[in-house]
């Protein structure tokens, strides 16, 4: 099973009754591998914090609960995660954080071992599918018996890593039903003070819990050198250093200190080996352990077997010599938007009118790079409208302002940044990409989709009536591969005061089935080179060997790969660019 698999299996057979996350990778297959087990009510949420309320409400109620979230999810999650820990739970509550060493789908790097010390909350790592599968398991039994919710950790490598389980069979939890007790879930600050209490007694058992070492193995080693690891990490210093000491933590807040000191005592020199941020290894020198670790592994990136040998050897334990070439360059294949999106052509326009870009979180980021690069700002999920609100109020964009955004981000976290813009009457146009799908994540569904995780139906949010009862006077929905529709209904966007929304209405071309019109070429001898069709970046445009004059390249198209969108064609000045049949006809 893939990493994600075995925490949905592992989640299963501790009996969990609800789930409910909002897609994000590397977490995503979660919920979608729940929901394949029979006794499970698993959900895609608006956002992460929506997910976790309803984890938490179930939780009260009695019922075994999980919310997952990629590691910025925990961020919009914050506000309640961080008040669950004075709560408490009534069944079982897990939370899962993926985090993302090496950004590979993410925009920030962060480490969020740190939320788990921060709210007061036990900290379980598997190192691979079966230690997710085990931990997650055994992190209902300790959500329950300490009366906390409990943060699980993946990373990328173990999220969509695959190795060998063990399934059991699933323990049905009882149903203890909602108990009221106002002095423990009314967050009033006089019951929030004795919940602060409260918390801090429950980490010193959790304390004495973690040092009885049910979640800490020990590896008896040959050699004078001691190493500290959690996470995957343990697999690659294994794989280094096989004759050196390891103590692997599955728990690691509270950690097993005085475990963590006796086996120190028993080497010349102490190692700590973990991705990203010096969590371990600041907690050991806060209690006066001295461990080497951050001056030999890097704070950034994945590690790797490669990455924790060329730290050995900076550290002297292996010979310079034993750390293998770096591997041939490859050539990249850069990310860009799929043949026929429907997100091309909007982002085309807006470059021509000169716009200043407010970007969101979906696959339409690709629009900052080359060739189209039209989007100016992107930095999380649902600022892009605030932003541009920002941006048009500082006066200085120097051009009109628009803020870019999914169908999916819009109702995930943009629709408070509409509300602001039409209450402060900002200058700006909001431009809702609506192509009926979380497509990044791949195709599933959120509240506007009108269909449920598992398919069903489910009514439908009108993007157009929502706008329109926030008090957006102007708005249009065109098709965004009607160039002249779109570059009008653009424009008189652009052009008016006060706050326009312009929505686009094409399904994506990959969700939920893939969608292929007849494909288009290119009659060689009309083609002039002009590159206007080049500026889409569609995949399915190639360079051709063949030129017009003054040696510019002419253009072919994949047939194999071309949807049939019209887009390009519409945007030949030449007419090259027709319906495969008619190629030959005058």
């Not at 914090?49 to 999980?66: E, F, I, P, Q, T």
């Not at 309640?80 to 509550?93: K, N, R, S």
């Not at 940044?417 to 569904?445: C, F, K, P, R, W």
Request: with cysteine; hydrophobic share 45%.
């Amino acid at each position: 099973m893939s990493g994600n698999e075995a925490v949905a299996r592992g989640a299963y057979e501790a009996g969990v009754r609800v789930a409910a996350a909002y897609p994000g990778t590397p977490s995503t297959e979660i919920l979608e591998a729940l929901a394949t087990y029979p006794s499970v009510d698993a959900r895609w949420s608006p956002n992460e914090k929506v997910a976790l309320d309803v984890a938490l409400g179930a939780s009260l109620g009695g019922a075994r609960s999980l919310a997952a979230m990629k590691h910025v999810g925990l961020n919009v999650a914050a506000d309640t995660f961080m008040t669950a820990a004075y709560v408490g739970v009534g069944g079982g509550l897990v939370v899962i954080s993926a985090d993302d060493p090496g950004m590979h789908s993410s925009q920030n790097e962060q480490d969020n071992r740190f939320f788990a010390r921060l709210a007061g909350v036990p900290l379980l790592e598997p190192a691979d599918s079966e230690d997710a599968r085990r931990l997650t398991r055994a992190a209902f039994e300790i959500s329950e018996e300490f009366d906390t919710p409990v943060l699980l950790r993946t990373t990328t490598r173990v999220a969509h890593g695959r190795s060998l389980v063990q399934p059991a069979e699933r323990t049905e939890a009882p149903a203890r039903g909602f108990q009221r007790d106002r002095a423990k879930y009314v967050m009033l600050p006089a019951n929030a003070r004795r919940r602060r209490l409260a918390l801090l007694e429950r980490l010193e058992r959790l304390r004495v819990r973690a040092e009885e070492g049910a979640f800490t193995t020990e590896i008896e080693g040959d050699s004078t050198v001691g190493v500290v690891t959690s996470g995957i990490p343990y697999h690659y210093v294994r794989e280094v250093l096989p004759d050196a000491g390891v103590l692997r933590l599955a728990l690691t807040n509270p950690l097993p200190i005085e475990r963590i000191r006796a086996f120190a005592a028993k080497f010349e020199r102490l190692f700590v080996v973990e991705e990203l941020e010096p969590f371990l290894e600041d907690a050991l020198a806060a209690a006066g352990l001295r461990a080497e670790g951050k001056a030999f592994f890097p704070r950034t990136g994945e590690l790797s077997p490669d990455v924790v040998r060329q730290g050995f050897a900076r550290a002297g334990l292996l010979a310079a010599g034993t750390v293998p070439a770096a591997a041939p360059a490859t050539t990249p294949r850069p990310p860009v938007l799929c043949p026929g999106c429907p997100h091309s052509a909007p982002f085309l326009v807006l470059r021509r009118l000169n716009a200043v870009v407010a970007g969101d979180i979906g696959c339409y980021t690709l629009a900052a790079l080359e060739p189209l690069a039209a989007m100016d700002t992107c930095i999380a999920m649902g600022s892009s409208i605030g932003m541009a609100v920002g941006l048009a109020a500082s006066g200085g964009a120097g051009g009109p302002v628009v803020a870019t955004i999914g169908d999916s981000t819009f109702l995930h976290s943009g629709v408070q940044g509409l509300m602001e813009a039409v209450y402060s009457q900002a200058d700006i146009t909001v431009l809702i990409l609506d192509n009926g799908t979380t497509a990044m994540t791949g195709g599933q569904h959120h509240p506007g989709t009108g269909a449920a995780l598992d398919g069903s139906p489910r009514p439908a949010v009108d993007l157009v009536g929502l706008c329109r009862s926030l008090g957006v006077e102007q708005i249009e929905v065109v098709d965004p591969y009607d160039m002249g529709a779109l570059e009008r209904g653009l424009e008189r966007a652009t052009a008016r005061r006060g706050p326009a929304v312009v929505i686009t209405n094409r399904p994506c071309v990959e969700a939920p089935v893939k969608i292929r019109d007849h494909p288009f070429e290119v009659i060689d001898d009309r083609c002039i080179a002009c590159q206007l069709c080049m500026n889409l970046d569609c995949p399915s445009l190639l360079w051709t060997d063949a030129t017009w004059h003054e040696d510019r390249r002419r253009v072919e198209i994949d047939g194999s790969t071309c949807t049939g969108c019209t887009v390009c064609a519409q945007l030949c000045p030449a007419g090259a660019i027709v319906p495969l049949a008619m190629v030959g006809a005058p």
